[in-house]
């Protein structure tokens, strides 16, 4: 939880009835219900992974919300949230001066097919990296998964002799 960013003062207000704010988003958890909490300055945390969830420290405790679009926002990366402000700025752009940012002008933009061809390459980015970082997570829990350390093939059962009895698919 440490490891998370958080905005640029460490805390959200908590707005009652909306929840907390973070980066033109509302994220909201039942713990914000209580009357003690609305309007006091708590710390947050949110997934850069995924835009859809953050966290709030609440009464001693992290508890985890969701953003007001979950549905729009789930699975999508702080970067991929990013690239569709800027495109929402730049179609502004063409028609008149200034735009105000909300969570429903980004999550309709995420949820338009205008915006996968937008998105496309920035999401491949986010799964590889996704993919990688799981990669290190079993490196850590798993001593022999790291790179460069090869297993004897002695620990292979007797039907599976070695590379060599591999069923192969094709070549690329």
Known sequence: MCTLPSTQKGTAKVQPGCGVKINHIYYW???????GIEGQQIPVRYEPFDVGQAYAFVRHQWVQCHSEHYAAFQGRSEREVMLASKELQR???????????TARKLADLLQSLEADEVLLAQRMRDRESRAVRSGMAQTTTNPEARIGHRRDDAGLPPDKEGPESYETYGEF
Do not use: E, N, V
């Open 29 to 35: 958890a039942d713990a914000f219900r209580d009357p």
């Open 91 to 101: 179609r502004h752009q063409r028609h008149s001066g200034r735009l105000k940012i």
